[in-house]
């Protein structure tokens, strides 16, 4: 049966609304905003320094030790007390500041356009007015409390994060001998950079104390399932840290400069290596990966001249993979530095194509052998039909412009039969196999 409204129903019905909003909202005993109205006036008045570009602060109040008030006076005078710290808390803070009760003996205050002083006159303010002596039910107390500071934009951007930093500095406080108020230092930038330099440090270690190594990751023709080829990749077991991979530190490397050392002894390394087995009777061509400081500097043609000779290494055994940024950068003079690189007879390869800038019929104007095309577009295949457009188009190009194509991160057969089917040249993949130590790498080239 249908209902009949009447209005005392919906104004019954808005009151209760009303009432569940509020409890929602409103923390029972004092009053005041509960935790998650704090946060959304908070997100709001954030949003609202974002556009005028102001700032604003968060404190974070607790109670010290409430514990034992709770304990030695009972927990009806306890929430009297919260009730009085919230009160004092209201009366030392300007009209628009917001206070909120966001645990049991904790409250959050949102300071709008407060900078440093402000918040930290604010913070005295309320240390001082909460520090007062009590008198409540014929007994009296003195308490103290600890209070952090987190400011908007310095600490954080969001409500969430903005409340972690204060609580934090909070704990800072307490952990200070109590009874005052602490900043958040905003110490993971300096963090990170500390991190870094530790790294690049160690790293410098590292090559003096050759404690890198080359590993080796196969590649096999998909026509003929033979090994015509290797990447060198470069592996880092350090005694402190363990192993760290290339992908953690080589940035950080490129970032310090001192890529062009360990590009340098890579180069070294990887044509020794090629040599050795070339002189055991396996010819495998080797592939470095070169950064783009190591490019760009005046002397990389003839360091590349010179390794080759000093470990007596055919130049076609060796196979550069540059990235597409280095094409793109500074196209003129990159365009002489290849063309010396190919009058060497080295090989010429763009890494992780796909990943960068540069079109295929930009592409016609460099030297080029070879295009590697990243596990990325490798991964979805053969069902995923962006992945199918994208290697299919980059091999029908690669081809008319007349280069090979090797694809990389291939791990399963069916990704391996697809890239055979459209013509692909090379793969190379866990597939087949990861990098491995040279002798494993000769063993299975031997095997086969
Ligand atoms: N998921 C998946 N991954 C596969 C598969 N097959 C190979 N990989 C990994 O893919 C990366 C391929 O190297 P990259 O794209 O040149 O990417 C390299 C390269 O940019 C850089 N790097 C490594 N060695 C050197 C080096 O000697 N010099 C320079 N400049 N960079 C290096 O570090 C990156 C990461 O190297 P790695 O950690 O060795 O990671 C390697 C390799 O271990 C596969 O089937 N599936």
Known sequence: MGRVWSFRDLSERLAADQRIETLSTTDALTGVPNRRQLAERLS?????AQRRRGRLAVLLLDVDAF???????GQGIGDRVLVEVCQRIRRALRAGDVVGRVGGDQFAVLLHHAGTEAAEHAARRVLRATEAPYEIEGSQFTLTCS???????DAADTAHDLLRHAETAMQAAKAGGRAGFRFHRSG????EVRKRVRLDHAMRQALVQNRFRLHYQPQIDLATGVVIGCEALIRWKDAHYGDISPGDFIPV???????????DWVLSQAVAQAARWLAAGTR?????NVSALQFQQSGFVARVAQALADAQLPPALLELELTESILVRDAAEALERLQALAALGVRLAIDDFGTGYSSLAYLKRFPLDALKIDRRFVRGLPADESDVAIVRAIVQMAHALGLSVVAEGVELPAQRDFLAQIGCNTYQ???YAPALEPEALL???TAA
Not at 67 to 73: A, E, F, G, R, V
């Open 67 to 73: 514990k034992q008030i709770n304990d030695s006076l």
């Open 284 to 288: 495998v061509p080797v592939s470095i």
């Open 253 to 263: 490397a490129e970032a310090s400069g001192f890529i062009v050392q360990i590009g």
């Open 147 to 153: 209070i952090g500071v987190a400011l908007f934009p």
């Open 44 to 48: 709001s008045a954030i949003a609202d």
């Open 443 to 445: 063993h299975r080239l």
């Open 429 to 431: 993949g866990f597939l």
């Open 188 to 191: 993971s930038h300096d963090d």
